[in-house]
C-alpha cells in the first residue's frame, strides 16, 4: 500500500489553501491519495463529516491515517518534513535558500489577506451597503501589495520561480493567490512581472493536474481588479 493510499482530503474547488496541498502532493509524488471535492456554496464544509476532524468547518481538511492536519502551511511542511527524499525537494537546505523561502511563504498570507478583503467584501456585503472608501481602501493596499511583489520577480532572471531557478514551497504558496488574483481581472500590462511568472508556472504538471475544476469550466471570474 503506497503512503498516498492512507491519506485524505476534503477540499473546495478554487481555495488556494486547499490547492496549496494538491500541489504539494504532486510535487512529491503522492498521487493516489483518496479526497473529496465539497461545495461552499451548498455549505459542504460544515457538514457533520467534516466539522469531525475540522471543528472549525473549514477547508482544506486533511487526514494521514491518524495524523489530522487542517492549516495548509502545516499540512504542506508535514508532506516535505515527512517525504523530503520523494519527488521535488520544496525547502532547499542551503541556509540562505531556505531563509529566502520561510520569508517568501509566510509573506503569502499577507497577500492571502489583501485579495480577500477585497473579493469578500464584494461578495458579503450588498451592493446598496458598500461604502467607496472601503472599497477603495481594500483596492490601495492589494495594490501596494501586488507592486511589491513585482520588485521581488523584477529583482530575479525572466522565467525565474519566486526565490530564484528552483520551484520551492514559497511557489506552492505563491501561485495559487496569483492565479487567484488573474482569475478576478488583474491586469497583465499593469503587472508584466507578474504576468510572467504566472504564464511560466500554469504550465508545471503539478499545476496543471490540480487546475480547479470549476476554473476550466468558467475560465474567467469577476473583474474585480480589472482597474486595479
Not at 17 to 30: F, G, H, S, T
Amino acid at each position: 500500500m503506497s503512503a498516498a493510499s492512507n491519506m485524505f482530503l476534503y477540499w473546495g474547488s478554487g481555495s488556494p489553501p486547499c490547492w496549496r496541498i494538491m500541489i504539494a502532493l504532486e510535487e512529491k509524488n503522492l498521487q493516489g491519495y483518496q479526497n473529496k471535492m465539497l461545495s461552499f456554496e451548498k455549505q459542504e464544509h460544515k457538514s457533520d463529516e467534516v466539522l469531525a476532524i475540522n471543528p472549525r468547518g473549514q477547508l482544506p481538511s486533511f487526514k494521514h491515517g491518524n495524523m489530522i492536519l487542517n492549516e495548509s502551511y502545516g499540512v504542506c511542511m508535514y508532506l516535505e518534513g515527512q517525504f523530503k527524499s520523494q519527488g521535488s525537494q520544496l525547502i532547499p537546505d542551503c541556509r540562505e535558500e531556505q531563509a529566502l523561502v520561510y520569508q517568501r511563504m509566510f509573506e503569502c498570507l499577507t497577500l492571502q489577506q489583501k485579495l480577500g478583503e477585497v473579493v469578500y467584501y464584494t461578495w458579503r456585503v450588498p451592493e446598496n451597503e458598500r461604502h467607496d472608501s472601503a472599497v477603495k481602501r481594500n483596492l490601495e493596499a492589494l495594490c501596494a501589495e501586488l507592486k511589491l511583489w513585482e520588485g521581488y520577480l523584477k529583482k530575479l532572471e525572466s522565467g525565474s520561480f519566486i526565490t530564484g531557478k528552483n520551484f520551492t514551497m514559497a511557489d506552492v504558496m505563491f501561485f495559487p493567490q496569483v492565479a487567484y488574483a488573474f482569475r478576478f481581472g488583474l491586469s497583465q500590462e499593469k503587472f508584466p512581472r507578474l504576468t510572467d511568472y504566472y504564464s511560466h508556472v500554469k504550465e508545471r504538471p503539478s499545476i496543471l493536474a490540480t487546475w480547479p475544476p470549476h476554473w476550466k469550466e468558467s475560465p474567467q471570474g469577476m473583474d474585480l481588479l480589472k482597474d486595479l
